[in-house]
Nanobody
Framework: QVQVVESGGDLVQAGESLRLSCTAS????????MTWFRQAPGKEREGVSC??????HYAESVKGRFTISRDRAKNTVYLQMSRVKLEDTAMYYC?????????????????WGQGTQVTVSS
């Protein structure tokens, strides 16, 4: 049974750091391109960062502040968020790419978790 559970979201102040986790079961996060997405109220879901093999992608808005990584033993994908900004406030999801397409296109991803909320205050 495939399952993805995101955790680590919290209420933080601008400039602080936090780490999100995405733990999978029923499949290996090393076998798929894994992307972190986020969705703010009233906005479309957007790709934040993707890891596939040795290749990593970041959205321009988070480049230099966020770091994606994977732990084979824990079958988990992480998103280290540093120097967070108010505009980082969103529900964060991770997902596995199931068909060909852009790393940031939610339509080609599946195995979605329930998400974890990140709220940044000033």
């Amino acid at each position: 049974q495939v399952q993805v559970v995101e955790s680590g979201g919290d209420l933080v102040q601008a400039g602080e750091s936090l780490r999100l986790s995405c733990t999978a079961s029923g499949f290996s996060v090393w076998s798929y391109a894994m992307t972190w997405f986020r969705q703010a109220p009233g906005k479309e879901r957007e790709g934040v960062s993707c890891i596939v093999g040795d290749v990593i992608h970041y959205a321009e808005s988070v480049k230099g502040r966020f770091t994606i990584s994977r732990d084979r033993a824990k079958n988990t994908v992480y998103l280290q968020m540093s120097r967070v900004k108010l505009e980082d406030t969103a529900m964060y999801y991770c997902a596995a790419q199931l068909s060909s397409g852009r790393w940031y296109d939610p339509a080609v991803f599946g195995y979605w978790g329930q998400g974890t909320q990140v709220t940044v205050s000033s």
